[in-house]
């Protein structure tokens, strides 16, 4: 049987490390790609080669999958992960740092797709997993440019399905809730950066408390299951949202539509309470 190639993005932590681990575990060859090359190379192994890669640097991604085709002749699976999240209100949170989290969230994963498509479509076959969020169907106020940037992405996979399906190639969109890793600190420590007037003291306290629960939140396992689930099927999900509270806000949010639940976000943001 030919030995399946992944290249996976962001995989120095979280989600893309253990997507990658568990890719490898099941007779994957996977190329993991972030810019911690420490990270990566605690986690090289016969079936793991790691790949220093800023996901803003499109002649690098280019080298990166050229490097792929070139030492294994064809790419399997694409696992577009690599992301982080810019919270703050949209008065509050510079142009600059919005440019850049669209950098990193969309443009990064439209540059990966753009770079291996053309040779899944000369294989035939392939498939391409966009990690999104479950924000990429609804928001929260605090959130609004990750928000916008998974919303954007949303729609660019939705529309790369249709455009590739007849070529044999698959496009999933896995949208991940609260999941115990690194990314809510770090998207708290960004949120702490961002100047607030005090009027906003109850949005940045609410924001806080939107994400308290993630140390209770499963581990980055379950999404690294379902990706593998979803390239190892022959109909893989258009989209799947995890954990369950993850399914259960999306299907509120059309049950209750956009006031009613608003009003139930911002009881979930205690601070926002009279």
């Not at 190379?41 to 016969?46: N, T």
């Not at 992960?81 to 740092?97: F, K, P, R, T």
């Not at 890793?181 to 306290?205: C, G, M, S, W």
Request: with cysteine.
């Amino acid at each position: 049987m030919t030995e399946r190639i992944a290249l996976v993005t962001g995989a120095s932590s979280g989600i893309g490390r253990a997507t990658a681990e568990l890719l490898a575990r099941n007779g994957y060859y996977v190329f993991a790609a972030a810019r911690r090359m420490y990270r990566l190379e605690q986690i090289r192994s016969h079936h793991i080669e790691p790949v220093e890669l800023d996901v803003t640097d499109e002649e690098a991604i280019h080298r990166v999958v050229g490097h792929v085709m070139s030492t294994k002749g064809r790419i399997d699976v694409l696992v577009n992960n690599a992301a982080y999240a810019q919270l703050g209100a949209i008065e509050c949170v510079s142009m600059e740092a919005a440019h850049h989290q669209f950098e990193v969230n969309v443009f990064g994963y439209a540059r990966f797709m753009q770079s291996v498509v053309p040779h899944m479509r000369t294989q035939k076959s392939g498939c391409i997993v966009n990690i999104t969020s479950a924000l990429g169907k609804m928001t929260i106020p605090g959130f609004g440019w990750y928000t916008a940037s998974k919303h954007a992405l949303e729609a660019l996979s939705e529309t790369l399905r249709g455009e590739v399906m007849e070529f044999g190639i698959n496009v999933v969109v896995i949208a991940p809730g609260l999941i115990k890793t690194e990314f809510v600190p770090n998207q708290l420590r960004l949120l702490d950066t961002i100047a607030h007037p005090a009027a906003y003291e109850k949005l940045v306290a609410g924001a806080h408390q939107i994400v308290s629960h993630e140390p209770r939140c499963p581990g980055p396992e379950i999404i690294a299951q379902a990706v593998l689930d979803a390239i190892t099927t022959s109909n893989p999900p258009l989209r799947h949202a995890l954990p369950l509270d993850s399914k259960m806000a999306v299907v509120a949010r059309w049950l209750l539509g956009p006031r009613l639940f608003e009003w139930a976000v911002r009881q979930q943001m205690k601070p926002w309470k009279p």
